[in-house]
């Protein structure tokens, strides 16, 4: 069975960093495409980052230069690491295994003063 799970920190101040974790059951987070989403109540899930099993990312052109994607085959575990945090970054951020469509249950991240 295909499970991912989130976790990290939740709350930071503006201009603040934060790790996402993901950790995955029943495959391995090298073999697949991986990616992160992100949603705000009440708005539509956005795409942020692919990792793809080469190695290759793709991120949204509102976390470029901000937010790296990596992982751990040996943990069988996807990060995202979040620099210089915004206000806007607010959400509830999920990883999903892109090949089965196996979604985690999200874990909110807020940025606020």
């Known amino acids: 069975q295909v499970q991912v799970a989130e976790s990290g920190v939740a709350l930071v101040q503006p201009g603040g960093s934060l790790t996402r974790t993901c950790s995955g059951t029943g495959f391995s987070v090298g073999d697949v495409i991986m990616t992160w989403h992100r949603q705000v109540a009440g708005k539509a899930r956005e795409w942020v980052v692919t990792?793809?099993?080469?190695?290759?990312?793709f991120y949204a052109d509102s976390v470029k230069g901000r937010f790296t994607v990596s992982r751990d085959e040996g943990k069988n575990t996807l990060y995202l690491q979040m620099d210089s945090l915004k206000v806007e970054d607010t959400a509830r951020y999920y990883c999903?295994?892109?090949?089965?469509?196996?979604w985690g249950q999200g874990t909110q991240v807020t940025v606020s003063s």
């Open positions: 990792l793809a099993p080469g190695g290759a990312t």
């Open positions: 999903q295994q892109f090949d089965s469509q196996t």
